[in-house]
């Protein structure tokens, strides 16, 4: 099967996300516990998720903002130019 790939200038690059629950003729269903099999709300998925991705799940907006991607983090110790070699890339010597 033949691939494609599409590479967009930054002015065509999608600025929302379209959300089908705007457009559904009923609500959704909330998540459901696993254990308890009951509905949850928010501040049960709060240690799973970011709220902002929650409030994002959960709404009825038509459009939803892409947020801007961060930075990714500084890191915190120095890596190392080159890795050490292990056991299972070392040659043996001789013939």
Known sequence: MAQYKYQLEERDLPRQWYN???????PLPPPI????HEPI??????PLFPM???EQEGSTERFTD???ASPPPAPTS??????RPTTTSRRASGG
Not at 20 to 26: E, K, M, N, V, Y
Not at 41 to 46: D, H, I, M, Q, S
Request: glycine share 4%.
């Open 20 to 26: 089908i629950q705007a457009d559904l003729p009923t």
């Open 33 to 36: 516990h696993p254990a308890t």
């Open 41 to 46: 709300g928010p501040e049960a998925l709060a």
């Open 52 to 54: 902002a991705l929650i």
């Open 66 to 68: 892409i947020p801007k």
């Open 78 to 83: 120095p890596t190392p130019q080159s890795p």
